[in-house]
C-alpha cells in the first residue's frame, strides 16, 4: 500500500508498527493540535496483574491548543524511574529482555530530551532498526484533514477504530497462562518476547480487504 497517515506515539502499540510494515511510505503528524489520553504520551504493557498503562506526565499548554511537537515533558513524578521499573518487573524474564534492555535504558536514565514528539520519535527509530523495518517515514509540513488511510485519531487505548487491515496475530507472552493473550499492547511486548520474530508477527497481523469482502495476507 502506498501510504499511511499516523500520529506520534510513545512506544507505540502493535497496530502502529502493521502499519509502518504494510506501507510503503509513513508520515507522522507534526502538525496537529495535542490530544489526550492517546497514545501520544501513552502505552500499554502487560504485568503480573493484566494490562498496565504507563503515561508520560507533559507541561500544560499556556494556551487551549498546543501542536503535539510543541508539547513539552514534564519531570513530575520521576516518571522515567517508575516507567524503567515497570518494564523490567513486566519483561525482565522474557526471552528477549536482557538483549535490549542496554539500549532502551538511557531513555529512561535522563537521556536529555525536551519534548514528547521527539522522545517518541527516537524511540520509534531504534525499535524500527532493532526489528530491521526499514520504513520510509516522513514528517508533515502542514495538517491536511483529508488524507488516505488516515489513523492519527483513530488509533486509541480505550476507543479502537474499525481496521479491517489489522487482526492481532497471537504470540508468546509472558502472563499468557494467567491472563490468556492479550493483543495490540506496545510494540515492546512483541519485541521482548519475540525478537528477531517481530516482523513475522506483523506479517501475520496485517490483512487486505478483498472486493468480495474476505482478506487475505498482505506482505511486503
Known sequence: MAEV???????????YYAKLFSHDTAYVETAENYLKQTYRNRCLIAGANGVLALT???VKPATEKCLTKDIRLSDHGRWRHLHWQALVSAYGQSPFFEYYRDDLAPFYAGRPFDFLFDFNEALRQHICEWIDLSSDVRYTSHYAPD????????LRPKHPGADRTFRPHPYYQVFREKHGFLPNL??????FNMGPETVCVLQQSVQRESENGSHSYAGR
Open 5 to 15: 497517515y499516523l500520529s506520534s506515539a510513545y512506544l507505540a502499540p502493535v497496530q
Open 56 to 58: 508520560v506526565p507533559v
Open 147 to 154: 488524507v488516505p488511510n488516515d489513523f492519527r485519531e483513530a
Open 186 to 191: 506496545s510494540i515492546v511486548d512483541l519485541l
